[in-house]
């Protein structure tokens, strides 16, 4: 995998893959992924993402392992991950096993810690933010790092981030609305997050801070 030879390192990619089982994942995944912050090669890279990707799914020794495998993922190979990918790992966190309920409520438990102290970081790819949004917005109240409001602090704080895909913003303002809904109350902060987007050209951003302000009168009503 280190050869400069590009045909050289993508046969031995096509072996590693090959000859990987539920005994070495773990250890294959671990090598692919200290590649992957490595190489700058962008079909190499697209190739790594692939076989992560697989292998995670296939081979998974326990589900944290598996999520803690595809946020290193999404992290490094970003707009690389195909949209699919992410919607799987979602699946997974609001289904679980289905077979013990005290089971899939710690695994919901685990991502939304994880997630939250993932938002902590600066930036993180669109696709890594979609999930995180989701999970907090979801789950957020299992998380055993912080409550409610902390982490809708930390999401709108995220709301000012650049993002590649103009539709990432919107998933900020939807996990706001659930968390809002949850606390039953607007906090300041937030409060003006949406009035400074309600006149926003994108439609989808400008609904649902309209819902968040909505949001707020339905709750100095009750």
Known sequence: LEDPDETLKRKTLDLLFAMTNATNVVFVVDTLVTHLKLTTDVPFRTGLVERLTQLAERYAPDNNWYIRTMNAVFELGGDLVRPDVAHNLMRLIAEGSG????????????????????????????????????????????????????????????????????????????????????????????????????ASSDVALAKYCVELQGLSQHMDLM
């Open 99 to 198: 077979e013990d309920e005290d089971v899939d409520v710690a695994l919901r438990r685990y991502a939304a810690t994880q997630y939250y102290e993932l938002l902590a970081k600066p930036m993180l790819p669109d696709v890594l933010m979609q999930v995180v949004c989701w999970v907090l917005g979801e789950y957020g109240y299992l998380c055993t790092e912080a409550p409610l409001d902390a982490i809708a602090e930390r999401l709108c704080d995220a709301v000012e981030r650049q993002f590649t895909n103009a539709s990432t913003r919107c998933w900020v303002v939807c996990a706001l609305c659930k968390l809002v809904a949850q606390m039953g109350e607007l906090p300041e902060q937030i409060s003006e997050m949406a009035a400074k987007y309600m």
